[in-house]
């Protein structure tokens, strides 16, 4: 796997966190049968190109479509992002496809987040019943970090996006996926010995699924 690919991930999912006034018009938003949001929306549209960051400060309740392509490491990311600007709740819906290598055929994986205003939850289709979990507070920390392997989330992503009236039944967090707890897993990480930086090997080694970890280690545990 690309290094860095599954922190970045998260991350980026993370860090996709609005809070501010929210719309006050009625409009009804269903979920279909495979659990993806079909949303009712005002039919205003604008497209921008902004940081994580700069989309924070618009304090709107919003459907964005994103893109985010990532050439350093060779991967693309897209989706739709559902978020309530009374509070920091969100739901992130979408797709990350790595490039093919010498060593590895190219891989698309879909992910899911959902914030409770409270927690962000994320998993991805290499294993629907394991996740990760992390504190909004300590997203936002960890994310504004300086170094060069969380840096990379203050690039401008394009979003396309439409006022959205607010359907809560979308942060509903599954209970059927076991969550591990990011916080108490960065706790168990020692920074490399030259300082500064994320240790992701010891990231990878907390990953509980088998088949991810072993990808993880692959390209990041020397």
């Not at 993370?14 to 009625?26: D, E, R, V």
């Not at 205003?44 to 940081?51: I, L, Q, V």
């Not at 994103?66 to 819906?93: H, P, T």
């Not at 992390?134 to 170094?147: E, G």
Request: aromatic content about 8%; proline content about 2%.
């Amino acid at each position: 796997m690309k290094k860095s690919f599954y922190i970045s991930l998260l991350l980026f999912i993370f860090a996709l966190t609005l809070s501010g006034c929210g719309s006050k018009k009625t409009a009804e938003n269903k979920v279909d049968s495979s659990g993806n949001v079909v949303a009712t929306e005002n039919s205003d549209e604008e497209e921008f190109t902004a940081s994580a960051f700069e989309m924070m400060g618009r304090g709107r309740s919003l459907h964005c479509t994103f893109s985010y392509e990532d050439e350093k490491e060779g991967a693309k990311q897209s989706g739709d992002f559902y978020v309530d600007g009374r509070s920091k709740k969100f739901r992130s819906e979408g797709e990350s496809t790595t490039k093919a290598t010498k060593d590895e055929p190219a891989m698309t994986i879909k992910m899911k987040s959902i914030s409770d205003g409270v927690y962000a939850y994320s998993w991805t289709s290499l294993n629907e019943k394991t996740g990760f979990k992390m504190k909004l507070d300590q997203a936002v920390a960890t994310s504004t970090d300086k170094n060069k392997e969380t840096q990379d989330i203050n690039q401008a992503v394009k979003f396309r996006c439409r006022p959205w009236t607010v359907d809560n039944s979308l942060f509903v967090v599954p209970s059927d996926i076991n969550f591990t707890d990011m916080d108490e897993m960065m706790k168990k990480i020692t920074a490399p010995a030259q300082g500064g930086g994320i240790d992701l090997c010891a990231i990878c080694n907390q990953i509980p699924d088998a088949t991810q970890k072993g990808a993880c280690q692959k390209t990041n545990c020397k």
